[in-house]
Structures are given as C-alpha cells and as structure tokens.
T-cell receptor, first 113, second 111 residues
C-alpha cells in the first residue's frame, strides 16, 4: 500500500520553462512534507519542505504547494535549468517528532537545453 | 564540512556471509536511519534510531540489524544476506527540524 505516490515516473521540460512535479498521499496524519533531488551515484539531497500549517513555501527557483484537502503537493521549478535534471522524491512524515518518513517512488526530470 | 559517510560504497558478497555497512555523521544529530532504494519502489526505511541505544523498525526490517552505541555511528548488519537484499542502501542523519542528510550510498550485490 503506497501511502505516498508519484504517478509520473518521468517528465521532460524545455530549459527556461516551468517544471511541475506532483505527489499524492493517502494518510491524513502526515504533517510534514519534503522534496529531495537525487543525481546518479549520489545520495538524495534535501531541496525544500513544507509543514501542514502552510500551503506554500518558496526558496529561490523552487516552490512547494500543499493542498491538504486533496492530499496533494507539488514542486514547481521556475525557470528550469539543465542542472535540474535528476530524480525527485517527495517524502512525508506524520506527528512531529516521529521522524518516520515515507518516500514516493520518484520522478525523473529531464531539462532539455 | 557536515557530512554522512558510508563504507563500503560497493560490495559484492555471497549468500549467508555476514556483512556490516558502516555509517558515520559529524553533525551531532540524534536521529539516524537506513533506507534501501529499489527500482519502482523508491526509498524504504529499514531501521531508525532516535538516540544512542534507541532503535526501531522501519517499513522493511526483515533480515537486517542495527546498533547505536555512539551518537555518530549507526552500522547496518546483514547477518545472513540473501539475493533479495541486493539493493542500493542509504544512511541518513536528521536535524531536529526534520531535514535528512543522506550518505552517498552503498551498492550491495548478494550472489
């Protein structure tokens, strides 16, 4: 039973355009969400997070949106750059302090120059 | 430099031969965890530790053991590896705010 789902295994976007990566979750107890980026032969690196008390968090070119009623979050990258080409994972955790994380299966983003 | 290190990075072994993958962090984090990454399944948590001598099972703990005798180290032990444990393993160290820092990964092949 996949509690965190990334339904698009891959996405291609032209350089300079917006990349939108989506993530759905089923557990309403999740209250903290994160996005990670992973390059080949490296560990995932933290990108941006959002708490359930917010619906948007921004950090430079990266913005995460959270729609609690739809149990959906999305990562927007504007403008997309070739260096953004990587696999992106969303993750969720529930009840502050548990530190138990559930990850999605990842979306491979390819930014075309 | 803040980092999480894992050793070895690559390991090929045979069924039943006990092995240990080490993990060390220099950020003084209390919380650490182990994940495995498999195609189509994303990252799945194996074990986690909330402090020295405090460990608990994640989603896929079968066939693995861990120990946390010191805050900086969190080794993953496979007492009797089997081919279905062939995977890419990541150790992570977590800040109080919940952000995880991952090691570079250990690619394990069990023949």
């Amino acid at each position: 039973d996949q509690q965190v789902k990334q339904n698009s295994p891959s996405l291609s976007v032209q350089e300079g355009r917006i990349s939108i990566l989506n993530c759905d979750y089923t557990n309403s107890m999740f209250d903290y969400f994160l996005w990670y980026k992973k390059y080949p032969a490296e560990g995932p690196t933290f990108l941006i997070s959002i708490s359930s008390i917010k619906d948007k968090n921004e950090d430079g070119r990266f913005t995460v949106f959270l729609n609690k009623s739809a149990k959906h979050l999305s990562l927007h990258i504007v403008p997309s750059q070739p260096g953004d080409s990587a696999v992106y994972f969303c993750a969720a955790s529930g009840a502050s302090g548990t530190y138990k994380y559930i990850f999605g299966t990842g979306t491979r983003l390819k930014v075309l120059a | 430099e803040a980092q999480v290190t894992q050793n070895p990075r690559y390991l090929i072994t045979v069924t039943g031969k006990k092995l240990t993958v080490t993990c060390s962090q220099n950020m003084n984090h209390e919380y650490m965890s182990w994940y495995r990454q498999d195609p189509g399944l994303g990252l799945r948590q194996i074990y986690y530790s909330m402090n020295v001598e405090v460990t608990d099972k994640g989603d896929v703990p079968e066939g693995y053991k861990v120990s946390r005798k010191e805050k900086r180290n969190f080794p993953l032990i496979l007492e009797s590896p089997s081919p279905n444990q062939t995977s890419l393993y990541f150790c992570a160290s977590t800040t109080l705010g919940g952000t995880q820092y991952f090691g570079p990964g250990t690619r394990l092949t069990v023949l």
